[in-house]
């Protein structure tokens, strides 16, 4: 099963915005939400260096998708949802 990730940090405007997005698809609950320094190993394995970042991880922990564009990862979402309905 899929691990889906939001990596925010403390006052970050974006962030707020994208759990309102994520609130609204009712997705917000299906998301782990981690800040550094707790999230640092997944920044550094992404290289990505703002936030919010969104992250998918397999079974395996194998990042399945990073990005930094909330529709993606909502779209994303709902893809692997509507696929494990099948």
């Known amino acids: 099963m899929n691990q889906y990730i939001m990596i925010t940090a403390p006052g970050c405007g974006m ?8 609130k609204r698809e009712g997705l917000l609950d299906s998301i782990t939400i981690l800040q550094p320094p707790q999230a ?4 550094l394995q992404t290289g990505l260096k703002s936030v919010p970042i969104f992250i998918v991880l397999d079974e395996n922990k194998k990042i ?8 993606a990862f ?3 979402m709902k893809i ?4 494990s309905m099948i």
């Open 64 to 71: 399945m998708l990073q990005t930094l564009d909330v529709r």
């Open 40 to 43: 640092m190993p997944l920044i």
């Open 80 to 83: 692997q949802s509507e696929e």
């Open 15 to 22: 962030c707020s915005l994208a759990k309102i997005n994520l």
């Open 74 to 76: 909502i779209k994303y």
